[in-house]
Structure formats: C-alpha cells, structure tokens
C-alpha cells in the first residue's frame, strides 16, 4: 500500500508562490509597458539586441523565452513599427542577424526608465542581503528543475 504525501496549504507552496510572483510580476510589467505600446516579450527582445546586437531569431526566441514561431511574430512586429532592422536577405546560413534602429534604442530607454519603477517596487519588498540570496536561492532552483548545473554552486 503505498503512502499518500501530505500536501501542505497552497499558499504555502513553494511552486504557487514563485509563479503568484511571477505573474504580479508580469501584470506589473504589462502596466508600465503598455504606454509605450510593448508587450514583456517585445521589450526583452529590444533588451537582449541592445546587450547583444546580431542575433538571430532562434538565438532570441531562447533568450526571451517564446518559441521560434512566437519570436518570429515579435520580430516582424517590432520590425513593423521601425525599432528593429533585419537585412532582407542572410548574409551567410540561414540565419537573419536583427539589429536596434535608433527608434527602437529611444524605446527601449523609455521601457527600462518605466519598468526601473516596478524593479524598484520589487526591491523595497526585500532587504539587500536577502536579495542577494533570494537570486541565488532562485538561481539554484532554476538549474535543479532544468537539469543544468547551477552556476553559483561551490
């Protein structure tokens, strides 16, 4: 006969908390970002090809999250609108290397100057040296359900 695990209060999951975070967190991002006419996934977008110009959609779909299929949607969008430039055709291989245009630099500025606003609602929740554990707890947490090794174990 085999052992039914004892669950215990929903709210005191750590599964539900994370993801009752995360999904504030989300609303939030959505709040500040919807002015600037952007969604969460478009502003990542705008903020990995400002860290590292040159990117393929594949190389942006896994920085940001979205499947290649959904990053393509994004693309053409942000393409659409004059904040991002993608040659017409690839230079070698497949791949289309997706740059920044100076209207899409302006909106990223506008974006991290409204969303520095959530991060600051988000540290006042937490004392600094808690922050500091609380990323590197949730680092940990991260590599454990992936599979990866977590980069800030010993």
Do not use: W
């Not at 995360?22 to 952007?38: E, H, I, K, V």
């Not at 590292?52 to 290649?68: C, I, N, T």
């Not at 969008?77 to 991002?84: Q, S, Y």
């Not at 290397?97 to 409204?114: D, H, M, S, Y």
Request: proline share 8%; hydrophobic share 40%; net charge positive.
């Amino acid at each position: 006969m085999s052992q039914e695990r004892i669950l215990q209060p929903v709210d005191e999951s750590l599964g539900y908390v994370l993801k009752k975070a995360a999904t504030a967190l989300r609303s939030a991002m959505d709040n500040a970002l919807r002015p600037l006419d952007l969604t969460v996934p478009q502003y990542a977008c705008l903020e990995v090809l400002r860290q590292k110009p040159g990117l393929s959609g594949s190389e942006l779909a896994r920085a940001v999250f979205v499947s290649r299929q959904a990053m393509n949607v994004v693309l053409k969008g942000l393409e659409d609108r004059g904040l991002l430039s993608r040659p017409p055709a690839p230079t070698h291989g497949k791949a289309l290397p997706t740059e920044l245009t100076p209207a899409g630099r302006k909106r990223l500025l506008a974006a991290n100057e409204a969303l520095a606003v959530v991060e600051d609602r988000m540290h006042s929740a937490v004392a600094p040296k808690a922050r500091q554990r609380l990323c590197a707890d949730l680092s940990s947490i991260a590599a454990a359900l992936s599979g990866t090794p977590d980069p800030g174990a010993p």
